[in-house]
């Protein structure tokens, strides 16, 4: 009998070790990972769009607040409102004409 005890008690550990993960987690962390990775790719394609279209209007909807852009030269921007300026000036003068093709 007490080895039948021990065995429900190294079982019971392990499930409650495996619930206390689990909840650790967070409720994401049995979110499916196609959700996560079609809003990225929502965000990269409203990038793209607005890069291509030149116009940054819409940029809240795929960037946040604290949004950092380091430039090809180096140069590091921090925050939405002044890496739009940043971009707006960009795309006004030498960037005008670019367009930037996605490949699946």
């Known amino acids: 009998m007490c080895r039948c005890v021990s065995r429900w008690q190294g079982q019971s550990m392990s499930f409650l070790f ?5 909840i650790g987690l ?3 962390a049995l979110a499916a990972p196609s959700d996560a990775e079609e809003q990225v790719r ?3 394609e409203a990038f ?4 291509n279209s030149h116009s940054f209007d ?14 090809p030269n180096g140069g590091w921007t921090r925050g939405r409102d002044a ?13 005008k004409d670019s367009l930037i093709l996605l490949k699946a």
């Open 18 to 22: 495996l619930l206390m993960c689990l």
């Open 26 to 28: 967070g409720p994401n």
């Open 42 to 44: 929502q965000s990269v």
């Open 48 to 51: 793209y769009k607005a890069f």
């Open 58 to 71: 819409r940029a809240s909807g795929f960037t946040t607040d604290d949004w950092n852009h380091i430039n």
């Open 83 to 95: 890496v739009v300026t940043e971009l707006r000036r960009a795309h006004s003068s030498f960037l």
